[in-house]
């Protein structure tokens, strides 16, 4: 568990209204370990109670400052571009993509980084057009969907994958840098999928 008094404290400065509901009691946080981050960083979900639904943000602890992330992805960059992060390794690029989507969408939203077509599952109320649906994207991309491909070149990693978001099958395409600097582009294959995104 994540002190949430001390990242409260690092914020004070750059977000007070943040710091504020940070120090709340109802506040909690968890540490998500990414493996991209370097020793003294720490990625951080708040999950705040102070309104009528439980909130849940980002917070990047980057030595003795934080920097909440939510809605911003360019904020992560900077960071990788000022503080570095280790991204030698196909799970840390894969990770630092992902994050990024993750934060350019609200982020309540869950994504998924497929390794397998197995890892959707069927809504369990699923109609029978819909198990129809699923049994036809299961033979279309069982044989396609496999864990991101990464190859690494003169420092940039290079890669591909499918990932889910919004209920919508996309194929992913990227390059990342050395220094954070990241393209990302998304193809649309499959909306509405028949899924439970909370599986």
């Known amino acids: 568990m994540a002190n949430v008094a001390d990242v409260a404290t690092m914020l004070q400065a750059s977000e007070p209204d943040l710091a504020a509901r940070l120090r709340d009691p109802r506040t909690t946080a968890e540490e998500i370990p990414l493996p991209f981050l370097k020793p003294d960083q720490r990625y951080v979900e708040v999950i705040t109670r102070t309104g009528r639904y439980p909130t849940k943000f980002p917070v990047l602890v980057d030595g003795h400052h934080a920097v909440y992330l939510a809605d911003r992805p360019d904020e992560l960059k900077r960071v990788a571009r000022t503080s570095g992060f280790k991204l030698d390794t196909r799970a840390a690029v894969v990770a630092y993509v992902a994050t990024l ?96 995104m909370q599986a």
């Open 101 to 196: 989507l993750r934060l350019g969408q609200p982020y309540s939203r869950r994504l998924m980084v497929l390794e397998r077509f197995t890892e959707l599952q069927i809504v369990t109320s699923a109609k029978p057009d819909e198990r129809v649906r699923y049994d036809l994207l299961a033979a279309k991309y069982a044989g396609q969907i496999g864990p991101p491909a990464v190859e690494f070149k003169d420092g940039v990693a290079k890669g591909s994958g499918f990932v889910v978001r919004a209920q919508t099958l996309e194929r992913l395409s990227f390059s990342v840098h050395r220094d954070g600097l990241a393209d990302i582009s998304i193809a649309e294959l499959e909306p509405d999928l028949p899924i439970d």
